[in-house]
């Protein structure tokens, strides 16, 4: 965006994070509404769901945050200090994302939980919805500490973290995994 002074990809991070941030609030008011108004009450699910819009929210600001220190930017035109922001603020924009994630994979276990009828399909919800904690907890300790601290979002010193790409990795891939999960058991119930 040349007229703004603002390079393309720092543009591209904005508006993508700008459309997240209203197209989350307007669909957690619209299904809040739907609750309300024509098949209350409120449930897990609902929770879960606010949880997620919440910190879904939170990582798009962060991420806004980190534009305004550089991100998107060229590495030359930084500062180091613009750089330990920008670490600083992508590092808190992927931890809220890992627990967004798990609050938006708890919704669904709890939402296919909440239709069904019987009682043996409930417990396959909840160990879903077990397992799915245990996934969110154990990526965010491992998103947290890839890199030793005091200063576990400085990668600038990648010899002494974890690979990324592999952290990476591993956190999406069960999380696709946990995904299907949620799909299997919905097609299983129904």
């Not at 534009?67 to 500062?79: E, F, N």
């Not at 180091?80 to 931890?95: G, H, K, N, P, Y």
């Not at 969110?136 to 990668?155: E, G, V």
Request: glycine share 4%; aromatic share 12%; proline share 3%.
């Amino acid at each position: 965006m040349s007229g703004l002074d603002i390079p393309s990809a720092a543009a591209y991070i904005s508006i993508t994070c700008s459309v997240a941030i209203v197209w989350t609030t307007f669909t957690f008011l619209i299904r809040t509404f739907l609750r309300t108004k024509v098949n209350g009450p409120f449930g897990r699910d609902d929770t879960a769901c606010l949880a997620a819009t919440i910190l879904g929210v939170a990582q798009s600001i962060t991420t806004l945050v980190a534009i305004h220190y550089g991100l998107g930017y060229h590495a030359y035109a930084l500062s180091m200090f613009s750089f330990d922001r920008v670490f600083l603020c992508t590092w808190i924009a992927e931890q809220l994302y890992i627990l967004s994630e798990g609050a938006a994979l708890l919704s669904i276990s709890f939402l296919i939980q909440r239709i069904t009828l019987l009682r043996k399909h409930h417990r396959i919800c909840f160990t879903v919805a077990y397992l799915i904690v245990i996934w969110a907890l154990s990526s965010w300790l491992l998103h947290i500490f890839k890199c030793p601290l005091p200063r576990p979002w400085d990668i600038l010193n990648a010899d002494k973290c974890l690979d990324r790409v592999a952290v990476r990795l591993s956190i999406t891939i069960s999380a696709a995994l946990l995904e299907v999960t949620n799909v299997a058991i919905a097609i299983y119930v129904v």
